[in-house]
């Protein structure tokens, strides 16, 4: 069986890709997208055949990635935490636009998406709109920090899509 092919954006340092890479298995990352400078290094350490983009805006350069399974991204949260000004897609940090662009380009079969629990109200409509425009079932999900046994109440929100059609 081949390995899913998965596309990581937002990266940091590579936490989805690890989860998929050496707990789950089965998956291998054809690319990472991270613009700080700290992170790109952990990812270029543990991944050193994988190219790290900059940025997930220049959507031509994602051609590189070939065939893509599955794409992956903690989207920033800034446009839609508590501790921020809750400016939502009015802000210049919400790149939701840029994630739904490179899904449209690359067709991937899955779509798993993280953020702040105050995106439920502020733009999760939109993305669970956009998703299913092309296609996608979507679910989103409330996951605290509690609920793997950290020690603290901590909710994020997930989205998980599949491409409708597809096996």
């Known amino acids: 069986m081949t390995n899913l092919r998965l596309l990581d954006l937002f ?24 613009i700080d400078p700290f992170c790109k290094q952990i990812l270029n350490k543990h991944w050193p055949d ?6 997930v805006r220049q959507t031509d350069d ?7 399974d599955i794409i ?4 920033p949260c800034q446009p839609f935490s508590l501790a921020g000004k809750q400016k939502g897609v009015e802000d210049d940090r919400h790149l939701w636009p840029a994630m739904f662009e490179l899904i449209k380009q690359k067709r991937p079969a ?8 105050g995106h439920i109200t502020l733009g999760l409509d939109q993305v669970l709109f956009d998703l299913e425009s092309e296609g996608y ?14 020690p603290h ?8 899509a599949h491409a409708d059609g597809e096996s």
């Not at 994602?62 to 893509?68: I, P």
């Not at 992956?72 to 989207?75: H, L, N």
């Not at 079932?137 to 950290?150: E, L, N, S, Y």
């Not at 109440?153 to 998980?160: A, S, Y």
């Open 72 to 75: 992956t991204g903690g989207y």
């Open 50 to 55: 994988v190219e790290v983009f900059k940025d």
């Open 110 to 117: 899955f779509v798993v998406g993280e953020n702040v629990a």
């Open 153 to 160: 109440r901590r909710d994020r929100g997930w989205i998980v």
């Open 11 to 34: 990266s940091g340092i590579g936490g989805f890709s690890y989860a998929a890479e050496r707990l789950v298995g089965g998956y291998e990352t054809v690319g990472f997208c991270e």
């Open 62 to 68: 994602f051609v590189r990635c070939g065939r893509v």
């Open 137 to 150: 079932t979507a679910r989103p999900f409330v996951i605290p920090a509690c609920a793997v046994d950290a």
